[in-house]
């Protein structure tokens, strides 16, 4: 069996990354489920969404979650692992994924593998107390819990704006 990929380099939140290896993780993180796509779309550049994905990944998976990926490491192994399961490996091309998941159109296609990833800061144990005391699904209360989230950091945003008279 063969890795999609190997990381050329460690793949943390503030160093310079390896443009192949960031493509090549949110492309398999997107295969699992774990990577979506920003509306500014598919880019080299490490983005919060890639490391939020990497982090829900390893909740996901047992692993230590720092958001840490380095070559031969856990999260690189577990990765290939999964992607391997999910017959991944053979929708992608010879070297990596270059061309092989999105065929250049920008587009991941997800499948999602399993329950949701929670977002961080969302525990399972919260997920099924929600679920429990409002009679809602599993989506239902991780989409309203993302919607709350998306709604407090924007009243930041309008709070830092009017602190900073713009």
Same mark, same amino acid.
């Given at each position: #069996?063969?890795?999609?990929?190997?990381?050329?380099?460690?793949?943390? $939140?503030?160093?310079?990354?390896?443009?192949?290896?960031?493509?090549?993780?949110? !492309?398999?993180? /997107?295969?699992?489920?774990?990577?979506? #796509?920003? /509306? $500014?779309?598919?880019?080299?550049?490490?983005?919060?969404?890639?490391?939020?994905?990497?982090?829900?990944?390893?909740?996901?998976? /047992?692993?230590?979650?720092?958001?840490?990926?380095?070559?031969?490491?856990?999260?690189?192994?577990?990765?290939?692992? !999964?992607?391997?399961?999910? /017959?991944?490996?053979?929708?992608?091309?010879?070297?990596? +994924?270059?061309?092989?998941?999105?065929?250049?159109?920008?587009?991941?296609?997800? %499948?999602?593998?399993?329950? &949701?990833?929670?977002?961080?800061?969302?525990?399972?144990?919260?997920?099924?107390? #929600? #679920?429990?005391?409002?009679?809602?699904?599993?989506?239902?209360?991780?989409?309203?819990?993302?919607?709350?989230? &998306?709604?407090?950091?924007?009243?930041? %945003?309008?709070? +830092?704006?009017?602190?900073?008279?713009?």
């Amino acid at each position: #069996m063969r890795n999609p990929f190997d990381l050329n380099r460690p793949l943390e $939140y503030h160093s310079t990354a390896d443009p192949e290896d960031v493509l090549n993780v949110k !492309r398999g993180l /997107g295969r699992l489920g774990f990577y979506r #796509m920003p /509306g $500014y779309g598919l880019t080299d550049m490490p983005d919060e969404p890639l490391f939020e994905g990497v982090r829900d990944f390893q909740a996901g998976h /047992g692993l230590t979650v720092d958001g840490l990926m380095l070559p031969g490491g856990e999260t690189v192994r577990k990765l290939n692992e !999964r992607l391997a399961e999910d /017959g991944a490996v053979q929708a992608a091309e010879t070297k990596g +994924w270059q061309g092989g998941a999105d065929s250049g159109t920008g587009h991941i296609p997800l %499948r999602p593998t399993g329950p &949701e990833p929670l977002p961080p800061g969302l525990t399972e144990e919260q997920v099924r107390s #929600m #679920m429990g005391k409002h009679d809602k699904s599993r989506s239902e209360v991780i989409e309203e819990y993302r919607k709350k989230q &998306e709604f407090l950091k924007q009243q930041e %945003r309008q709070r +830092w704006r009017i602190i900073l008279g713009k």
